[in-house]
């Protein structure tokens, strides 16, 4: 469904530039069966590769609720932590470099967007 990709990556962007009161964030992040205090941000940048074009596509069919937006040269992905980080890098590739934030605590409308906990 590439609309739903469209309004994910509309939705990550509103998130990540702190555009959204927080119960309206909350509600839309629960429409695609995420909770703040159990995801992380996933990034990796460089060039887009074939597995980050298919990346959507692959979680989907594996059941991993994501947010998927690519901002400037880097993807960023809003995703469950744990185990869903290492299935998330073999899709991106074993020589794709990522960086994970720490659990994000809420989408609260604040300077920097999206905040993860300290």
Avoid: W, Y
Wanted: charged residues 25%.
């Amino acid at each position: 469904m590439p609309g739903r990709s469209k309004f994910g990556a509309e939705l990550f962007n509103l998130l990540l530039d702190h555009r959204l009161q927080e119960s309206d964030a909350v509600a839309r992040l629960a429409d695609r069966g995420l909770v703040a205090g159990d995801c992380v941000v996933l990034s990796t940048s460089g060039p887009a590769t074939e597995a980050e074009r298919n990346l959507h596509l692959k979680l989907r069919r594996r059941g991993i609720p994501n947010l998927l937006v690519r901002r400037g040269g880097d993807l960023c992905a809003l995703i469950p932590g744990g185990a869903v980080i290492g299935q998330v890098h073999r899709l991106l590739g074993a020589e794709a470099a990522v960086g994970v934030s720490d659990e994000v605590q809420s989408p609260r409308h604040r300077r920097g967007g999206l905040r993860a906990s300290s």
